[in-house]
């Protein structure tokens, strides 16, 4: 009797556990929101003194950084993650160059990665993408609110700088996160032409720059055609407040800009950096995303590539 007890229990566990798998794969298959993108400051205060729990402060250079900045956290030059291609700004530079930096800042392959930074989080999210197109994202989230979050909860920070011990950081790269003109060309036309498209463009840039009437310093302003507006600062409480809006409000935003279940998401802006916010909401949301990294910038310097100016997506 005690060994069947003993077998039964066991089988029963061994249900519950994969019921339980079952369900997280079920949510994940219907585009289920990935709560573990985004930590509070309270789960951060609690948890950052572990030994696996990596924070990066992310910004172009390290004056805020030395000012005051979270309590053992590693300041990352966006600098070093950026680079300039055929005139192009703010790509991604070779995969040994980014290994080499997220060793040296002691990320290792097993950490937990909280970002945060200047810009109302835009550095943060870059880094994100960045982390994500190296195979990490899965072990990376965005700080909600980030330091002016914690500020405001007088919570400590620090001015010392810190000088991490280098890890092992082994790239395993996700080209299909990454975006190229040429791919752009095809789910363009395909968004713009096909009444029931299995892809949504988003432009994350101004209304204005997205309607042509703002060219933003670009030979050709307007949009790709079959884009829709969705400027990223739309997916914040405030940009001296940035936290992200509540789940059903940012799905809604989503929704009335085209996106719907089951579809790809492609987001763009003109360099690659606010498409990166776009590119990190839409997939803390559940969609399967990409990131046109060359942008608008890319796009209207390429020969033959439409224009849409106005409100319409075609």
């Not at 994969?18 to 079920?26: H, M």
């Not at 949301?285 to 100016?309: A, C, H, N, Q, R």
Request: glycine residues 8%.
């Amino acid at each position: 009797m005690n060994q069947f007890r003993h077998f039964l229990h066991v089988s029963l566990s061994a249900l519950f556990a994969l019921t339980l798998v079952l369900s997280v794969v079920a949510q994940k298959s219907r585009g289920g929101v990935r709560a573990e993108m985004l930590v509070s400051t309270d789960w951060l205060a609690k948890n950052l003194s572990r030994p696996n729990v990596v924070v990066l402060h992310a910004a172009a250079d390290r004056k805020a950084y030395d000012e005051g900045h979270l309590p053992g956290a590693r300041f990352l030059s966006t600098r070093e993650i950026l680079a300039v291609r055929n005139g192009v700004p703010n790509e991604l530079p070779p995969v040994a160059d980014l290994q080499k930096v997220f060793e040296r800042l002691g990320v290792g392959n097993q950490s937990r990665i909280v970002i945060y930074g200047e810009n109302s989080g835009l550095t943060a999210a870059r880094v994100y993408f960045t982390l994500d197109y190296l195979g990490h994202g899965d072990r990376a989230a965005l700080l909600d609110g980030g330091l002016e979050k914690w500020r405001a909860e007088k919570r400590e920070v620090s001015t010392q700088a810190v000088a991490p011990q280098a890890a092992a950081f082994t790239p395993r790269v996700r080209p299909q996160v990454k975006a190229e003109a040429n791919d752009v060309r095809d789910l363009s036309w395909i968004a713009a032409n096909l009444e029931a498209p299995d892809v949504s463009l988003i432009d994350a840039r101004p209304l204005k720059q997205y309607e042509g009437e703002d060219a933003g310093g670009l030979s050709r302003p307007g949009h790709i055609p079959g884009a829709a507006s969705l400027y990223w600062m739309q997916h914040l409480v405030a940009p001296d407040n940035p936290i992200l809006k509540p789940v059903r409000e940012l799905q809604a935003m989503f929704e009335a800009a085209g996106v719907k279940p089951g579809q790809r998401v492609v987001t763009y802006c003109r360099s690659g950096m606010q498409a990166s916010h776009s590119y990190f909401t839409a997939k803390y949301l559940g969609y399967d995303v990409m990131m046109y990294d060359g942008s608008f910038g890319e796009w209207v310097t390429i020969e033959g590539t439409p224009v849409v100016k106005g409100k319409n997506r075609k």
